[in-house]
């Protein structure tokens, strides 16, 4: 490939955050007017790639070159990026909802003489910019008031007015409906025509196959291969191989399940957006859970899990959700988090700083937070035995601490999660909604908390485990339902479970749901 031909050239990038190395000497190459698709499995380093690129991560926060239009860039931040003609557009949107269209698409940006803004040719620029994203708004028209769809064109007019020579798109379409899609993939089509670069961040296959003209996998950090998109060669299937094609790193401890009958059912589930009015991100889900079972859900970002687990919980997420849950045959009332721990069902969340734990507060008092009913004596909590269930906790677990005043905060990632858990499994629940449970934790405390899952299990308790990696779905599961925009499109039992099947049913397109969700697929 000749040099000139050239738009981007990133050389052994290495970046490292305390701990892990997210990136390891990874190389791309964007030709001038392509669409270049960027893939691999969540926690592949994709993000981190576009933010080292876009200068989130600032030059002398990672080693390697980044060449553009044949000249070595050293940017210090998005806006000496942005100066260049580099524009990223994350997957959460960055607009400000109580501002207009041509105020955002401005903003920073702003058309001002001597300071004083001038609204004639702001209002002017914005049309001819939503002119060419088409888009039919008016510039004065709040953000509040347009679908996703239309505020991702206003994001993509927003880079056009910063004069765009690389267009970066982070799951551009994680959020919109299959038309809205289409009319995304369009615009790229069209300034490719002009001349534009595009990198495209995204799970769906079948957008890839239909607009991209190369293909970069990264996989665990680093660079796996550069395909040519055009090719008749390059298959769904030699993607997803490029994307997982690993063996199994981690170990898993041996166990042999003892599974029972159902006990917990879900049907018919249906939930909102909790402020996207009318945008459905759980639709008509039935499944089922049985006792001493693992139950697995995979899935892309955005697919709608941890939407799921939540909303099962004390509709702790959600507007206008309808459905039935059922526990031992029996229809159960789980409006709020109160029910939901009454009735045996407990939430282990993805995000333990935020929602798992007070940080501030020491082992013990987390470890009885969600069971200050059953350790009360009238309305008073008996101290002593709160000390001897967060000691038993300590040992069982195993938590690494010198004493259970330790604050929470100190401890590592591992032994956090460690308290979470104990925090519910004190409570007593028959089902434990797990959501990624190993995320960010070492290896060795991994396999702790997988060998404290299968004893729960072993225990007659049914487990929900939510998880990013197939490895630890395959290696865990008995079964396992695979969610992709908000449907189940697969339910696979463990013998027949593979990353290439789970791949393919987590890049079906909602369209094509409800087919085949059967224990055979």
């Known amino acids: 490939m000749h040099t000139s031909d050239l738009i981007l050239e990133m050389r052994n990038i290495t970046k490292t955050f305390p701990g892990v190395k997210a ?46 239009e044949g000249k070595i860039v050293e940017c210090k ?43 004639n040719e702001t209002i002017i620029k914005t049309r001819e910019l939503l002119r060419k994203v088409g888009l039919s708004e008016t510039p004065s028209t709040l953000i509040s008031n347009i679908g996703v769809g239309k505020q991702q064109l206003v994001e993509i007019a927003k880079a056009l007015s910063k004069k765009v020579k690389l267009l970066i798109l982070d799951e551009p379409t994680a959020a919109l409906n299959e038309e809205d899609s289409d009319n995304l993939l369009n615009l790229l089509l069209e300034f490719k025509r002009q001349g534009i670069s595009s990198i495209l961040i995204s799970h769906k296959l079948n957008e890839i196959s239909r607009v991209a003209d190369s293909i970069t996998i990264l996989r665990d950090g680093q660079t796996i291969e550069t395909l040519d998109a055009t090719s008749s060669e390059v298959t769904e299937d030699r993607i997803i191989k490029g994307m997982v094609g690993r063996d199994l790193t981690h170990r898993y401890p ?53 939407e799921l687990a939540m909303s099962l919980f004390g ?21 709020t988090i109160n029910h939901a721990i009454d009735h045996g069902i407990a939430y282990v969340t993805e995000d333990r700083k935020h929602y798992g734990l007070v940080l501030i507060d020491d082992i013990k008092r987390n470890i009885s937070l969600a069971s200050l009913k059953k350790l009360s004596k009238g309305l008073v909590v008996d ?71 299968n004893q729960l299990a072993s225990e007659g308790k049914g487990i929900l485990l939510i998880s990013s990696e197939l490895p630890e779905i395959l290696g865990m599961c008995d079964r396992i339902y695979v969610m992709s925009e908000g449907r189940f499109t697969g339910e696979v039992l463990k013998e027949e479970a593979t990353q290439e099947k789970l791949m393919r049913y987590m890049t079906r397109s909602g369209g094509d749901s409800h087919a085949n969700v059967s224990g055979t697929v």
């Open 77 to 119: 931040d998005i806006k000496m990026s942005e100066q260049l003609g580099i524009v990223i557009i994350h997957q959460e949107l960055a607009l400000i909802p109580y501002l207009s269209i041509a105020e955002n698409i401005f903003l920073g940006n702003e058309q001002a003489r001597r300071g004083i803004i001038n609204w």
């Open 254 to 306: 041996q166990r042999d399940p003892k599974i029972g009958a159902p006990f917990f059912e879900v049907k018919q589930w249906n939930v909102y957006h909790p402020s996207q009015e009318g945008r459905k991100v759980i639709d008509e889900v039935d499944f089922h859970v049985k006792r001493g079972e693992i139950v697995g859900i995979a899935g892309m970002m955005g697919a709608g899990r941890t």
């Open 23 to 68: 990136l390891e000497d990874v190389n791309l190459k964007v030709k001038q007017g392509e669409i270049h698709a960027l893939l691999g499995e969540n926690g592949a380093g994709k993000s981190t790639l576009m933010k080292v690129l876009s200068g989130v991560y600032p030059h002398g926060t990672y080693t390697g070159d980044i060449l553009f």
């Open 383 to 453: 101290e002593n035995q709160e000390i001897v269930e967060a000691e038993r906790f300590r040992q069982k677990m195993n938590i690494k601490t010198p004493s259970i005043l330790q604050k929470t905060v100190n401890l590592s990632g591992g032994n956090q999660q460690k308290v979470v858990l104990s925090k519910w499994i004190l409570a007593g629940p028959d089902l434990l909604i797990l959501d990624e449970p190993t995320r960010g934790i070492d290896v060795g405390a991994k396999y702790e908390i997988y060998t404290i899952i």
């Open 315 to 335: 509709k702790s997420y959600g507007k206008k959700i309808s459905g039935r849950i059922y526990k031992e045959g029996k229809e159960i009332t789980v409006n």
